[in-house]
């Protein structure tokens, strides 16, 4: 095969659609790629790149067969030598792009507090690219051998489903625990779980000490109105992410605003971390905000009103999208105030006190099928239909990676002020 490539080049055509994916891959993101990343990135822009020339050679053999003659002098053929400088000249263009995107790429990572690129990037880049473009070959290879003449009008094909399914169903429900490699424990300095430097009373309830995400929302309330929450100024409402992380930073500047005195109550519906609940199973997530909200929220009604405590929610991220879902189960003039931060798809509730804060790098803010056609707002890089959804789509990956201020970090930098009531 190799010696057929080199006696003979690829078509032009070819040639210039995979150096133009490959280029257009090289275009910075939202975020600087890790060299896998990037290699993903190239790989799929190759693999459409080479769909659509499939696709086109396709059309053209059957306009082929009823304008034969016309198409067949029509079409011609490129010269080798021309196939060989056209191959050349693109050989040419992408490594220029490559060593640009290089450059760039050392800058942007030191400024995000990021580790830059290693000498070796493109080569794993190359390799990542390599891998995704054989796997996707050798799929469509099985593919239609699955699909072949030998298969047609035998039970094989359901048959082969049907075993598949039954493995998963009997690997889920086996006594080992299958996801315990993405469990995480709450470190024991988590912001829940400590003190308050300001005197503010901090009430938080962890997901083995209640059979359901509803419970260890109500044993969180009802713990904070033990110690005295219901007596305090204010009550901040903190929605955790999926593993039950709160943001420290974001509590520290409420209870300052607030000076401290405030009860902060917050509840871990799950130790999995927050893409495994986004994509798979966002009830729990629900379920708990939705408790936490209303219990909150009927305790405090039924105080005297001038004894009520204001009532303030915060989310990031999923617990951010959780909260949204519960604030429209609850009467907007229950809850003073409402900040979200890292808001996936760029959420809101429509509260009227309601405030939203989002780094214009972070692609989970970013990550919405609108971004697919329309060029969005404040758009911190070059924007391109479809290539720009899909390099978002793997910038998730690699969000947490910056520094705070950037991607999908949010710390003390922030402005975490409370719309007061």
């Known amino acids: 095969m190799v010696t057929q490539l080199l006696r003979r080049p690829p078509a032009v055509i070819t040639t210039l659609a995979v150096g133009a994916a490959v280029t257009v891959s090289t275009i910075p993101s939202l975020l600087p790629r890790s060299a ?7 790989g799929a822009l190759v693999l459409t790149a080479l769909a659509l020339v499939g696709l086109g050679r396709a059309l053209v053999r059957r306009l082929r067969r009823g304008h034969g003659e016309w198409l067949g002098r029509a079409r011609g053929s490129a010269d080798p030598g021309v196939r060989w400088l056209v191959l050349a000249g693109t050989v040419c263009t992408t490594s220029v792009a490559a060593w640009l995107a290089q450059h760039f790429l050392t800058g942007w990572t030191a400024a995000l507090g990021m580790p830059g690129p290693t000498p070796a990037y493109w080569l794993v880049a190359g390799l990542w690219a390599g891998l995704l473009i054989a796997l996707m070959v050798i799929l469509v290879v099985v593919a239609r051998r699955i699909v072949g003449a030998h298969w047609r009008g035998t039970a094989r094909p359901l048959a082969v489903v049907v075993l598949a399914g039954a493995t998963v169903t009997t690997a889920a429900a086996a006594p080992v625990d299958l996801l ?3 469990r995480k424990d709450l470190s ?8 308050s430097p300001l005197g503010a009373l901090r009430s938080f309830a962890l997901v083995d000490e209640a059979p359901t995400p509803g419970a260890g929302a109500e044993l969180a309330v009802k713990r904070m109105a033990a110690a005295g929450g219901l007596e305090r100024a204010a009550i901040v409402v903190a929605l955790p992410t999926g593993s039950g992380w709160v943001n420290g930073a974001a509590v520290a500047g409420m209870e300052a605003e607030l000076g ?17 609940h986004f994509l798979l199973d966002r009830e729990p997530a629900h379920e708990s905000a939705r408790a936490l909200l209303r219990e909150v929220v009927e305790l405090v009604g039924q105080l005297p009103v001038d004894e009520r405590p204001d009532v303030y929610v915060y989310g990031e991220s999923l617990g951010a999208m959780a909260g949204q879902a519960a604030l429209a189960d609850l009467d907007p003039g229950a809850v003073c105030g409402v900040v979200w931060s890292g808001s ?8 009227p006190r309601e405030r ?8 989970v803010v970013r990550w919405t099928p609108a971004t697919l056609w329309e060029h969005p707002q404040e758009w911190p890089t070059l924007w391109l239909p ?18 705070p201020g950037h991607g999908h970090q949010y710390g003390a930098e922030q402005d975490w002020a409370l719309p007061r009531c």
């Open 386 to 403: 479809g290539v720009s959804y899909l390099s978002t789509t793997l910038d998730l990956a690699g969000s947490l990676r910056p520094d």
């Open 344 to 351: 996936p798809a760029a959420g809101l509730a429509g509260h």
């Open 36 to 42: 896998p990343v990037q290699g993903l990135l190239t």
């Open 260 to 276: 401290g005195d405030v009860a902060v109550v917050s509840a871990q519906y799950s130790d999995l971390p927050s893409w495994w």
């Open 356 to 363: 939203s804060l989002a780094n214009p790098d972070d692609p």
């Open 180 to 182: 315990g490699v993405i």
């Open 188 to 195: 024991p300095g988590h912001v829940m779980l400590v003190d």
